[in-house]
């Protein structure tokens, strides 16, 4: 086992399993979807200096939208797009750019924490996969 350190980022290593596992402050950068009609969809805010914040649609996509849902614990994302309305105060994303297989949305790219040229109007929303989906079209069918 070993330990080494990169900005911000406190990472251990266990050699014999080949794992490397790094806690990091953006890793902390918790995530929440407020407006919605369920706890699984709605306006996507993200928590940086203790401070809420909106983020921007441009340029969100799927990979983005999956790393939100699999933040909160659920498996993929459903949607996404400016549905539930405009946030207030700070936007702090803009520009995210995700592969799809990070493990928080503050650890994808993006220009910096509040640097954006947007607004509240397009203010990101996610609908997460929850299994109601599911349940809805198994009733569907048998109906």
């Not at 402050?25 to 969809?41: H, I, K, M, Y």
């Not at 459903?78 to 520009?95: E, M, N, P």
Request: glycine residues 12%; aromatic residues 14%.
């Amino acid at each position: 086992k070993g330990y080494f350190s990169m900005a911000n980022t406190s990472c251990y290593l266990f050699t014999s399993l080949y794992l490397v596992l790094c806690f990091s402050t953006l890793l902390e950068a918790q995530v929440r979807l407020v407006n919605g009609p369920s706890s699984s969809s709605g306006r996507v805010e993200i928590l940086h200096n203790n401070i809420w914040g909106t983020v921007c649609s441009d340029h969100f996509g799927w990979p983005d939208a999956h790393v939100v849902c699999k933040q909160l614990g659920f498996p993929r994302a459903t949607y996404y797009g400016s549905y539930f309305g405009a946030g207030s105060g700070q936007i702090w994303l803009d520009d995210v750019y995700c592969q799809g297989n990070e493990l928080s949305l503050a650890i994808c790219s993006h220009p910096g924490w509040g640097i954006h040229n947007c607004h509240h109007g397009k203010d990101i929303s996610v609908g997460c996969y929850d299994g109601t989906l599911l349940l809805y079209c198994t009733l569907y069918r048998v109906i």
